[in-house]
């Protein structure tokens, strides 16, 4: 079994900052990916910010020059830091996480419970 803990959610103001972390526990060897998705009201979901297990990362459009992702291999964690939000950064805000589970060479995919996150004034 893998777990999934996400924090860091809440309201802010436009121009606020806030920060996610996803913290991942259970049976793993090795954390390969780990990533923020978000999902708006009547809109799907899409990708925020992944990162590698070696550091590499990738932004959506939107959120580039804002938003940067990062992880700690130790403590299994990934961190989303959001400035400059706007409304429409709103919505709800998943961990990805993809990885190997411990004993096994079998792949997994993990999602978390979801955070909300709410720009308004």
């Known amino acids: 079994q893998v777990q999934l803990v996400e924090s860091g959610g809440g309201l802010v103001q436009p121009g606020g900052s806030l920060r996610l972390s996803c913290a991942a526990s259970g049976n793993i060897a090795r954390i390969n990916v780990m990533g923020w998705y978000r999902q708006a009201p009547g809109k799907e979901r899409e990708l925020v910010a992944d990162i590698s297990r070696d550091g590499t990362t990738n932004y959506a459009e939107s959120v580039k020059g804002r938003f940067i992702i990062s992880r700690d291999n130790a403590k299994k964690t990934a961190y989303l830091q959001m400035s400059s939000l706007k409304p429409e950064d709103t919505a709800v805000y998943y961990c990805?996480?993809?990885?190997?589970?411990?004993?096994?060479?079998?792949?997994?995919?993990?999602w978390g419970q979801g955070t909300q996150v709410t720009v308004s004034s």
């Open positions: 990805n996480v993809r990885g190997i589970r411990s004993g096994t060479y079998y792949s997994f995919e993990k």
